[in-house]
């Protein structure tokens, strides 16, 4: 089809190049012509034995203006055909090509209003000097289990084996007490946690409105495993939480810091971006 386009285009081109060629000839030759045959009636006038040089002049000259009109009728219906081929081609060749393929991006939209997702902050680089920091900064004493804990968890986003280790090698904190306190406080956690955090209220409101198939439908979408919060790319983690205090907009559920209301599985899927058998 491309080289159909490109026929079509040179024959468009050669058709108006021989009728701009043709016209520019015949602005030249015609006025010649005309004062040929005005200075032949003249002398014919005087002269009857020029009445026949007249006459065939006159004839060469009408043979030629309408072998003219002839060729320039067929150029002009060329002209026609092949621009209106090249038309036909080009769209054709254009809508063949294939768009330019897009990223997904990993942005959340909510079903009613935009969701703009600000990007979650990204887990630091596993630094054990930070531990080390931290306990210099807190004490080496078992008083010190909790706040050394709540620092470790803001800082690494969940509980590192290696961080605790660390912490038992510089306190007098004991492996049991850091299981027991962690286990205790629901805030810990023990495992890595997504980019993003998808709490879905489970309070009264949102429980009867649908919650629990709007979690079942994100845990299967997103593949999190039996017992798991968290999707095996890191991305989403999915909580159960009680009253957002926004029973009104029931069943809701917020992504980091914005919040999406009056959802379906399908809407609260479209808004985290994941598509039907994506992740599945
Ligand atoms: S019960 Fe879900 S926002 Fe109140």
């Known amino acids: 089809m491309k080289k159909a386009a490109i026929a079509a285009g040179v024959l468009t081109a050669m058709c108006v190049a021989a009728l701009t060629v043709d016209y520019a000839v015949m602005r030249r030759w015609t006025p010649l012509s005309d004062a040929r045959i005005a200075a032949l009636q003249e002398r014919a006038q005087r002269d009857a034995a020029l009445a026949p040089v007249l006459a065939a002049e006159q004839n060469r000259i009408a043979e030629f203006n309408r072998a003219r009109r002839k060729r320039v009728n067929w150029l002009s219906l060329a002209l026609i055909g092949a621009a209106a081929g090249f038309l036909s081609a080009s769209k054709r060749v254009l809508a063949a090509e294939p768009e330019p393929v897009r990223k997904p991006e990993r942005a959340v939209a909510q079903p009613a209003q935009s969701l703009v997702l600000k990007t979650a902050p990204a887990a630091p680089e596993f ?4 531990v080390d920091r931290l306990v210099a900064q807190e004490g080496r004493t078992t008083d010190a289990a909790i706040p050394i804990l709540h620092a470790i968890q803001a800082h690494y986003r969940y509980l590192p084996d290696e961080a605790l280790l660390r912490v038992c090698e510089l306190t007098e904190i004991t492996p049991a007490q850091i299981a027991g306190t962690s286990s205790f ?47 095996p790319t890191r991305a989403f983690t999915i909580e159960e939480v009680a009253c957002l205090g926004c029973c009104s907009l029931a069943p809701v559920m917020m992504v980091d810091e914005h919040t999406a209301g009056k959802l379906t599985p399908a809407t609260a899927c479209d808004a985290l971006a994941v598509k039907p058998g994506e992740r599945t």
Do not use: N, W
Request: proline share 4%.
């Open 127 to 130: 630094d054990i000097s930070f």
């Open 185 to 231: 406080y629901k805030r810990f956690r023990q495992s890595p946690v997504g980019d993003h955090i998808v709490r879905v209220c489970h309070g009264t409101a949102c429980h009867v409105a649908g919650a629990r198939q709007i979690t079942d439908e994100l845990r299967r979408r997103l593949a999190i495993p039996e017992g798991g919060d968290t999707d």
